[in-house]
């Protein structure tokens, strides 16, 4: 690996994967380059091309890997680096993948490539453990600690809808490539993922199990040493004004990181001075960040929503709309995308701040699933997000108050039932606090 020997990264930024335990907020490290991705016809060939040159280790994680020709050259990249010596760890997600599990598994496992399954469906009688509604989310790649992917494109064809099958147009996603010290905490999460999978518990039960072993302090001291959590304390400060480009690896996990995600687009959206855009296939935001948006609007702030026009399940439009009029009289601009599916999870706050990722901006990204984005601080990559985003506007529909045509008591039912819809799936996936 070269780039962790580059002075600009201090040594304890080079930690065991469980330091991804310790980051409660994003914290932002210079120095890095950052390239946006649009759909799978961008980033296949560039994952396919880093890993060809992989020399050492490729971790790779995704909810959806299916079995089409893109994702056959995705698999295949894999498999060579494998059989030419190349350490290769994936994880996939157990229901996200279920389809198309047995014979990937097969295949990656003959040839060499570690491959894990989180939280894997095997039956009926799966759904009755605790938590397995929380899902792997995530979409990441880094090849040699020197390269990383992260964003909202799942391994499948852009014009392949599981639901719907080949469509006409790509569905609207985006990723990221990045180089510099934000790979570093991309990696960690990766290798903490793939020790989640494998064992199928966290630290959390290890406690536990320390708490009742005859050989506490032997074992405490073992456990201490794997958990080290990486000193971020003066660390922003240092490495913020480095350049290109400032960027922060955030995650929703279930330990210290639950809102991690939630919190960072809120907190940006609350200092918003010129303009918040947000795209988000699934949006059913809780009250905090609904407040963030109404808020920044009526001071004056142009917000705008890029949401699905082009419904893959009906009961997530049925949710974003029933908090369409709420949103309209606080003088929010509503956009539904109409070419094409819409799967892209992104966002843009003013000219200095953008976030690319996995997370939707519903209960189960927010509170639920485990989920990855990347946050970017830099004029010129916004302004290339905001480009992007003015296109799917351009062809989307604007929603209007008068069009939406509803008695308030038609309305008023709508929304208690599928507030009603959240809360119960929340509560069985064992979601506690408020939303």
């Not at 199928?200 to 080290?228: C, I, N, T, Y």
Request: glycine residues 8%.
């Amino acid at each position: 690996m070269a780039w962790p020997t580059d002075p600009r990264v201090p040594d304890h930024l080079r930690t065991g994967p469980l330091a991804w335990y310790a980051q409660s907020r994003a914290h932002f490290v210079g120095g890095n380059v950052v390239r946006l991705l649009r759909g799978g016809c961008e980033l296949f060939p560039a994952l396919v091309s880093a890993i060809d040159r992989a020399r050492h280790e490729v971790w790779f994680a995704t909810y959806i890997f299916h079995d089409d020709d893109a994702a056959l050259g995705v698999r295949d990249c894999l498999v060579r680096a494998a059989q030419r010596g190349v350490r290769v760890r994936v994880i996939v997600d157990g229901f996200g993948s279920w389809a198309t599990l047995p014979k990937l598994l097969t295949h990656l496992r003959e040839a060499g490539v570690g491959v894990v399954v989180y939280r894997p469906i095997k039956g009926w009688w799966s759904w009755l453990k605790p938590g397995l509604l929380r899902r792997l989310h995530q979409k990441l790649c880094v090849v040699d600690g020197e390269v990383a992917f992260v964003g909202g494109i799942n391994v499948i064809d852009d014009l392949l809808d599981l639901r719907h099958g080949w469509c006409e147009s790509p569905r609207l996603d985006y990723a990221v490539e990045l180089r510099g010290p934000v790979v570093v905490p991309i990696e960690q999460t990766a290798r903490a993922v793939w020790t989640r999978a494998c064992f199928g518990r966290d630290w959390r039960d290890e406690l536990m199990e320390l708490a009742r072993s005859p050989h506490r302090v032997a074992r405490a001291k073992r456990f201490l040493r794997r958990v080290q959590n990486t000193r971020w304390a003066g660390l922003e400060g240092k490495l913020a004004d480095l350049r290109p480009v400032r960027a922060a690896f955030v995650v929703r996990d279930n330990l210290r990181q639950r809102r991690t995600i939630e919190r960072s687009y809120i907190e940006a959206i609350r200092h918003a001075r010129e303009r918040v855009d947000v795209v988000s296939p699934y949006f059913y935001p809780g009250r905090a960040f609904r407040r963030a948006l109404q808020l920044a609007a009526r001071r004056g702030a142009r917000v705008r929503l890029v949401l699905q026009g082009k419904l893959d399940y009906r009961i997530a439009g049925l949710a974003a709309r029933v908090l369409y009029d709420e949103l309209l009289a606080s003088g929010v601009h509503i956009y539904e995308y109409m070419p094409a599916f819409l799967h892209a999870k992104v966002a843009l706050v003013d000219d200095d701040w953008a976030t690319v990722g996995s997370s939707n901006i519903d209960p189960l990204s927010l509170l639920l699933n485990l989920e990855a984005n990347v946050i970017v601080r830099d004029r010129q990559f916004v302004g290339e997000l905001a480009r992007e985003i003015d296109k799917a506007i351009a062809v989307s529909h604007e929603v209007t108050r008068p069009e939406l045509g509803m008695p308030n008591w038609w309305s008023r039912l709508r929304r208690g039932f599928v507030a009603w819809c959240a809360h119960v799936y929340l509560r069985v996936a064992g979601a506690t606090g408020r939303y």
